[in-house]
């Protein structure tokens, strides 16, 4: 229940920043959750981050600021982003933890989302914009939003969550701004700058460190594993001085002849 509210929040107060903020803004802002997922873990979790995570996670908000080519103002709409980005660091972490300990990823995202539905359908009614007409209007973008960019890309993290801290995650999926620059250049026409060329380098490197960061400890665990392993040889040996034994064959051909004489 706790991930559920954390994401229908989050998700929601994300759509609501963009009535108040610029799109740069926001985009900046909502990325700051890379730094707080690693708070929240610590103070929740007890999971301290590492240096080199910490360093990431730091390189990755300067990345992101270089990406949008600086933030312009603070107003309401911001707030809101960061409130976002703040729920989006809770939510990591506690789904992180329900995943460790229930697992059944596509269970859990596909309550995510239904729960999600429940709490934004009654605030779109209320608002009076909601309506059939509408909805088969923007049925193009409603469906790359919710099937592309929310369904297929919290599934994938739910399912992630299992096998990487959430710190980690945070960094990783950070990537989502330099394919968002990516795709504008693409299909939009955007041409980026040499600022925004290097924070999309920036966010590449954090991400690339904290990869082959996660991979060494692993590493390190089985070459000491398959180093200390003990050679039990007492098996093998007792079978085969068991199969001899069974090889020997008396000599009964005949009964031992009996000699007085000792020089015989």
């Not at 600086?70 to 703040?86: E, N, P, Q």
């Amino acid at each position: 229940a706790k991930v559920c509210a954390l994401f229908a929040i989050s998700i929601t107060l994300q759509q609501l920043c963009y009535l108040g903020a610029s799109v740069t803004n926001a985009s900046f802002l909502v990325s700051t959750a890379t730094v707080m997922t690693p708070l929240a873990a610590w103070f929740f979790v007890g999971e301290r981050p590492t240096a080199s995570l910490t360093v990431a996670a730091g390189l990755t908000v300067v990345g992101a600021l270089l990406l949008s080519d600086g933030i312009a103002g603070f107003s309401s709409g911001d707030l809101t982003a960061v409130l976002s980005a703040a729920c989006y660091a809770l939510w990591a972490v506690e789904l992180g933890r329900h995943m460790q300990v229930h697992a059944r990823p596509f269970t859990a995202a596909a309550t995510q989302f239904f729960g999600a539905a429940a709490f934004a359908l009654p605030l779109g009614a209320m608002q009076g914009n909601l309506s059939l007409a509408a909805a088969f209007a923007a049925g193009p973008e409603l469906a790359i939003l919710g099937v592309f960019s929310t369904a297929i890309a919290f599934g994938i993290q739910t399912v992630a969550l299992r096998f990487t801290p959430a710190s980690h995650a945070a960094v990783i999926v950070s990537a989502e701004s330099v394919f968002g620059a990516l795709g504008a250049a693409i299909f939009l026409g955007e041409r980026s700058s040499s600022a925004s060329a290097l924070g999309a380098a920036i966010i590449l490197g954090a991400i690339l460190s904290v990869a082959l960061s996660n991979r060494a400890p692993q590493a390190r665990t089985s070459l000491r594993t398959a180093s200390v392993q003990p050679f039990d040889g007492a098996p093998a040996f007792a079978a085969a001085a068991a199969n001899w034994a069974g090889d020997r064959h008396p000599n009964n051909s005949g009964p031992v002849e009996e000699c007085d004489d000792p020089c015989r």
